[in-house]
């Protein structure tokens, strides 16, 4: 089946509602490099698994109805308890627009918005120039001490009786020698369809350190894509885990560019997905220079007619000798239903590099599941501690101490749901 197009001449019309402001010469440009590469489609290698026909869909009627800005009902409740959750200095995004209020004066941050000095965008990176041209605003961060809370970045839609397309672009950069923790966390409420597409670009400075958690849990009904774009200077070091647990149609890429020596990248992944559900993990590490480091380890639960992606590709350039890459993929099937396309790829081009990658695809231990229920526990009980054990290791991972208990409680109410469907 064809994909369908995405109306051109409506986000023409859509970006003409925008303000004239220092991003209209970015948006046009946007406009013209979408016009001519349009969006990926499932013959582009790295969206073959990944159909974007629902975004498109939702897209196009939300153009055709005239490209509201503001759809949906009042955040404010859902905003209130999810940042009341975690202990942050909260910045939200909601809908696409920035809150003023919450962008005040803290010791070791400052705000600004690309309107007041605009940067040029990537426009090689898919969905990167739908972002531009549709962009209200930007927010740009600059960390140059520690704080003592971690930076939250709420970005919430909401979607009810009509149809919702929301940008969000976060510019972020973490001082030489700054310590940050940073936490982003995708929301949404409402029973409406909504797509959202956001850009997070993290610069992380010369021996300066960042841990950073991405928190997933948007409504069934909405789709996501989004991106982080992380540069790392030379002895930088940068701790990230991500949790996804919401949405219907999910997709993550993470691009990581070492070009510095003694760059060091951990981060981990968690996916947990149920009948209807379809999330891609797309991660690049680029190792330019020797010797960086980067290690990756991403899980899955999988329950119901679900699918689920995961690609993680890391390349060694030649000369950049001294590089140590790993990578690893595990994941839980509880279904004969669910899907999980696995790929990890190694591109070297240096002689001296330690490399290694591994996946698995796999079902409960049924000795373990036997040995709970000889102890008393049901079938669908001794899965979801079974199921628990497999994500834990993930969880305790989380680098943002501060986030953590939280991660914990909406990881379990998760599976506590996912596991309902087992049959007895």
């Known amino acids: 089946m064809k994909q369908q197009l995405l109306s051109i001449a409506g986000v023409r019309d859509a970006v003409l509602q925008l303000p004239d402001d220092a991003l209209t010469p970015m948006r046009e440009a946007a406009l013209a490099h979408l016009d001519e590469h349009g969006l990926p489609t499932v013959r582009n290698e790295d969206w073959k698994y990944t159909d974007l026909g629902p975004a498109i869909d939702i897209s196009n009627r939300w153009l055709a109805a005239g490209a509201r800005l503001d759809v949906g009902g009042d955040m404010d409740a859902a ?29 070791g941050l400052e705000f600004s918005r690309f309107s007041e000095r605009p940067t040029p965008f990537d426009m090689n990176r898919p969905l990167a120039n739908l972002n531009a041209a549709l962009l209200r605003d930007g ?4 960390l140059s001490a520690a704080t003592e809370k971690p930076l939250g970045l709420l970005i919430i839609d909401s979607a009810d009786e009509e149809d919702g397309v929301s940008q969000a672009s976060i510019e972020i950069d973490v001082a030489p020698g700054c310590d940050a923790e940073i936490i982003e966390y995708q929301a949404s409420v409402g029973d409406g369809n909504h797509y959202a597409n956001s850009i997070v670009t993290l610069h992380i400075g010369r021996s300066a350190s960042t841990n950073y ?69 797309h991660t690049k590490v680029d190792h330019r220079v020797g010797p960086t480091t980067s290690s990756q380890e991403y899980r899955g639960i999988l329950n119901g007619n679900c ?66 229920r000889t102890r008393g526990l049901d079938k669908r009980r001794a899965t979801e501690i079974l199921t628990h054990a497999f994500a834990v290791d993930i969880v305790d991972r989380a680098p943002v101490a501060a986030a953590r ?7 379990e109410s998760r599976l506590a749901d996912l596991v309902q469907d087992v049959a007895l």
Not at 89 to 105: F, H, M, P
Not at 139 to 142: D, P, S, T
Not at 405 to 411: F, G, K, L
């Open 139 to 142: 927010l740009r961060i600059q």
């Open 405 to 411: 208990d939280a991660i914990a409680t909406m990881v």
């Open 307 to 372: 699918r689920c992606v995961w690609n993680g590709k890391a390349i060694v350039h030649k000369g950049a000798n001294g590089t140590d890459a790993s990578q690893a993929n595990h994941n839980l099937l509880l279904s004969d239903k669910a899907e999980i396309d696995t790929k990890p790829e190694l591109e070297i081009y240096a002689d001296d590099v330690k490399c290694s990658h591994g996946t698995t695809v796999g079902q409960l231990d049924a000795a373990a599941l036997f040995y709970l």
């Open 79 to 107: 905003i209130a308890a999810i940042t009341a959750t975690i202990d942050a200095n909260w910045l939200v995004i909601a809908n696409g627009r920035i809150d003023d209020s919450r962008t005040t004066s803290i010791n």
């Open 213 to 281: 958690v991405r928190i997933q849990k948007r409504a069934r009904s909405h789709v996501q894509t989004g991106r982080i774009s992380a540069t790392l200077d030379a002895d930088s070091k940068l701790r990230m885990a991500s949790y996804d647990m919401g949405g219907g149609l999910i997709r993550n890429d993470v691009d990581i560019d070492m070009s510095e020596p003694g760059a060091d990248v951990i981060f981990s992944g968690l996916y947990i997905a149920g009948d209807g559900q379809h999330i891609d993990n």
